[in-house]
């Protein structure tokens, strides 16, 4: 799942993560509060719940920090289903000193989402499974 504003930046990952075969399919979300909806909304067999979620912070309405403090509110069996990774343009030390007082954010990565980053996050995370974004 893409949680991002830019429709720029969503289409570039989109790419890259159907390119490099990440994913049968990619769900796009352009607000945090869209995000969590949707999130809600998985046990609709339409909806299925993604692996791993790409969260900007740069947001409207609500921002990725609003965002995960609203996750943390979510089921703990759903929360344990999803790696949640920032994807953001920000190289602010304080937003990545602030992402690691999260602790179900897996980690802070700075745009644009990379051929060779997304391997990184698939070896880490899904070694011996096959994980769908």
């Known amino acids: 799942m893409l949680v991002d504003d ?3 930046d969503n289409y570039y990952h989109e790419r890259v993560i159907i390119k490099n075969d ?3 399919h990619v769900v796009i979300k352009e607000s945090g509060l869209d995000a969590l909806e949707y999130l809600e909304s998985t046990i609709d067999p339409v ?3 993604p692996d791993l979620i790409f969260l900007d ?4 309405g609500m921002n990725g920090w609003e965002f995960l403090e609203e996750f943390k509110k979510l ?3 759903l929360q344990s289903k999803l ?3 920032m994807l953001t343009t920000s190289v602010n ?3 990545e000193a602030l992402a690691k ?5 897996a980690e802070f990565k700075t745009k644009p989402l990379t051929k060779e980053m997304l391997e990184d996050i698939l070896m880490k995370y899904y070694k011996h499974s096959d994980p769908r974004v």
Do not use: F, G, Q, R
Request: charged share 20%; no cysteine.
């Open 22 to 24: 990440a994913a049968d």
């Open 6 to 8: 830019n429709s720029a």
């Open 47 to 49: 909806n299925p719940l």
């Open 101 to 105: 007082t999260y602790d179900i954010l």
């Open 83 to 85: 790696i949640v990774i």
């Open 93 to 95: 030390p304080e937003d």
């Open 75 to 77: 089921d703990k069996a």
């Open 57 to 60: 912070i740069n947001m409207p």
